[in-house]
């Protein structure tokens, strides 16, 4: 049986009402999948081999597992293999930084492809997407665990970080 947690299943709501029509995860799991089936939704799914097909303004829903998923054939697991190129994933992120906002939710900001690519669009730009950027973090985090390359987006115009609530309690 699947343990969808409340996080999930906020994502999910939000998905629904079409205020948000993207997911970006790089977890391995189906639980956003699960969470969206509550609302008979089923997404686009995407993986890092296909995220070129990503477009920052879809009719319908997009779920994009940036590591590959846990029933793909090919997974982005091992340092060598995640620091490889996400195949159209800067274009996308431009493109959604031209409009629309974004919102991370339980991600530290590792050096990785999404991290590395988000921290050059953000320097380049010299502020956060046009709706702001909101990290979410535990509220237990401290700052100091945070990666270095997330501590430096947060000092630009529109990041936002967000302490919150453990998410599966």
């Known amino acids: ?74 997974q982005r697991q091992t340092d060598s293999e995640v620091k490889t190129t996400i195949p159209g994933f800067q274009g996308f992120l431009e493109q959604s930084f031209q409009r629309g906002g974004l919102i991370v939710i339980g991600y530290r900001g590792g050096d990785e492809t999404p991290m590395d690519l988000l921290v050059k669009i953000i320097m380049e730009r010299q502020r956060g997407p046009g709706r702001s950027l909101y990290w979410i973090i535990r509220e237990q985090d401290n700052n100091e665990e945070l990666s270095p390359s997330l501590k430096q987006i947060l000092n630009y115009e529109s990041v936002y970080l967000v302490k919150a609530h453990n998410a599966d309690t």
């Open 1 to 74: 049986l699947t343990h969808v947690g409340t996080e999930g299943m906020g994502i999910a709501a939000l998905m629904n009402a079409r205020l948000v029509k993207t997911m970006l995860t790089t977890n391995f799991d189906h639980l956003q999948n699960a969470a969206l089936s509550y609302f008979n939704e089923y997404p686009a799914e995407l993986t890092a081999d296909t995220s070129n097909n990503l477009t920052s303004e879809p009719n319908y829903l997009q779920l994009a597992y940036l590591h590959g998923k846990g029933t793909s054939y090919r």
